[in-house]
């Protein structure tokens, strides 16, 4: 692919007429969930002081995609994805409404953060897999694997931009403004689907017409999933990820403190590094990645990442954590584009809205128990030694998990 025509199909994606307003608002509401996310981290750590009690809180944000992952797609599947989306949306800001609240009226405790990280959690894990489905509405086969690398580099920097903004607003201002914004990127994604032609969507009375119950959608999801080899060796490795390596996220504000004596100053300007290197890795792979060789860059940029976690890990130079955080960024976006890509190619168009829900609950229920692990490891052996181990047996997972699944991965075909 050449750099002009590989920018080209960017620009092409960017002007379709739906899809382009959908990216930006689902960014803006990406963004308003991220710094939502910091702030309730770095909450969690001023009143605790513990990585115990931040894996806890990941893991209630994170756990319940175990179980409404695949509800989330079976009713994408059935219904119209934007219905799902918008629901979701609009709880998701009744909640935080409710937080900033309970902030303003000077009633905060761990307990509450706790219950409000379960809430978005819950909501997130039902309504996600549909905002994944519904790319397949709005873009045309042949501009797919494009669309997904964007919107792949679009959300995954919003992973980093919305924790930088959130440490910024609340070093000059507090929290209490930081919950204010995360709610009115929800807004911004409200109202674009709100304008969305309903002819763009796939007929929910004709998906409502097979009879099929809600459950009887979930166990042929879990079924499929399990048979098709390919979709199954995806999936695995997508989960290795999530265990051993997206935790990292969720303990940026212990790894600032106890790294390099920080506060949200130093996670803002880590996750700002996180966003630029990931901002990079995205255009690099959307325009200039190798034609077909997906799959070998996925698994280059996969232990990549790996490695730089365990040089982070026992690094202790702010300057050189924030290159290494960069280096770090640009695989988290490789790693999940190319996943997602890999995945929307293989899965069959009547399985795709449950095969992303299951996508989000891997990615969110690995997360999960990655964070629980991680965080009580950390209290015993250290958050170094914690991080550290839990990215070699990632690395070496990976590799096992490849390997056995080597024949299966050979029929994922990127064209």
Not at 196 to 210: G, W
Not at 260 to 287: E, H, K, Q
Not at 362 to 380: M, V
Not at 389 to 396: F, K
Request: one cysteine or more; aromatic letters at 6%; a positive charge.
């Amino acid at each position: 692919m050449s750099r002009r025509g590989g920018l080209r199909d960017i620009a092409t994606v960017l002007r379709l007429p739906h899809y382009g307003p959908f990216l930006l608002a689902r960014t803006a509401s990406a963004v308003g969930v991220w710094m939502e996310r910091l702030a309730t981290g770095w909450l969690v750590w001023e009143l605790t002081q513990s990585t115990a009690w931040l894996g806890v809180v990941a893991f209630l944000r994170l756990a319940p995609a175990l179980f409404l992952g695949l509800l989330g797609g079976a009713w994408s599947d059935r219904t119209r994805p934007t219905r799902v989306l918008l629901l979701g949306k609009i709880a998701i800001v009744a909640v935080k409404l409710t937080m900033l609240a309970i902030l303003l009226a000077g009633a905060l405790t761990v307990e509450l953060l706790a219950a409000v990280a379960l809430a978005i959690g819950a909501l997130q894990a039902v309504s996600n897999p549909a905002a994944a489905a519904l790319v397949w509405d709005l873009v045309p086969r042949k501009q797919l694997g494009t669309a997904i690398s964007v919107g792949a580099l679009s959300l995954h920097t919003a992973t980093f931009v919305g924790p930088a903004l959130a440490g910024l607003v609340a070093a000059v201002s507090g929290f209490a403004p930081v919950y204010a914004l995360a709610a009115a990127g929800q807004v911004a994604l409200i109202w674009v689907l709100l304008r969305m032609p309903s002819e763009l969507q796939t007929d929910a009375a004709e998906k409502r017409a097979r009879g099929d119950s809600l459950w009887t959608d979930m166990m042929a999801g879990a079924r499929y999933i399990r048979e098709d080899r390919a979709v199954f060796a995806i999936l695995a490795i997508h989960f290795v990820f999530a265990v051993s390596a997206q935790p990292l996220i969720d303990l940026m504000p212990a790894i600032a403190a106890l790294f390099f004596n920080g506060g949200a100053v130093t996670v803002s300007m880590m996750t700002a590094s996180l966003g630029a290197g990931a901002l990079i890795g995205g255009v690099w792979l959307a325009a200039f990645s190798p034609k077909g060789a997906l799959k070998s860059v996925v698994g280059c940029a996969l232990l990549i990442l790996m490695a730089l976690i365990i040089v982070l890990a026992v690094n202790r130079n702010l300057p050189v954590a924030l290159g290494l955080l960069a280096g770090i960024g640009a695989c988290l976006v490789i790693r999940a584009s190319g996943l997602q890509t890999l995945l929307q190619l293989t899965v069959s168009d009547e399985m795709r809205g449950r095969a992303m829900g299951f996508y989000g609950l891997l990615i969110r229920g690995g997360s999960a128990i990655g964070a629980l692990a991680i965080g009580f490891a950390a209290e015993s052996i250290g958050l170094s030694w914690a991080i550290a181990v839990a990215a070699m047996a990632g690395a070496t997972t990976l590799v096992i998990v490849a390997k056995r699944h080597r024949v299966s991965l050979t029929r994922v075909k990127v064209k």
